[in-house]
């Protein structure tokens, strides 16, 4: 009877602390959530593409064009990865 009643305070103290590391794991996950924030886009990063639109699509234009003289390969490699990309999430579904 002692030796089941061990092994149960025993269970109790393991599920006692993997909850405990259960919550100081999701209390870390949602502090560095919050510290990513700063880093993702928000309205600061909207409003600014939406104010240079044009002169971003222009920067985009001239560095493909300087990508397909100077390395064509880079290009290809590209579409190959965005076609098995496509593929494997299309098999997925």
Request: net charge positive.
């Amino acid at each position: 009877m002692s030796n089941d009643t061990n092994d149960n305070q025993k269970l109790k103290d393991i599920i006692k602390d993997l909850t405990d590391k259960n919550n100081k794991l999701t209390e870390e996950i949602s502090l560095l959530k919050n510290k990513l924030k700063k880093y993702t886009n928000n309205d600061r990063h909207r409003k600014y593409y939406q104010k240079n639109k044009d002169k971003i699509k222009q920067r985009s234009k001239k560095y493909m064009e300087r990508i397909k003289q100077e390395n064509p390969e880079k290009i290809r490699e590209w579409s190959r990865n965005a076609y098995l990309k496509s593929k494997k999430k299309n098999d997925v579904q």
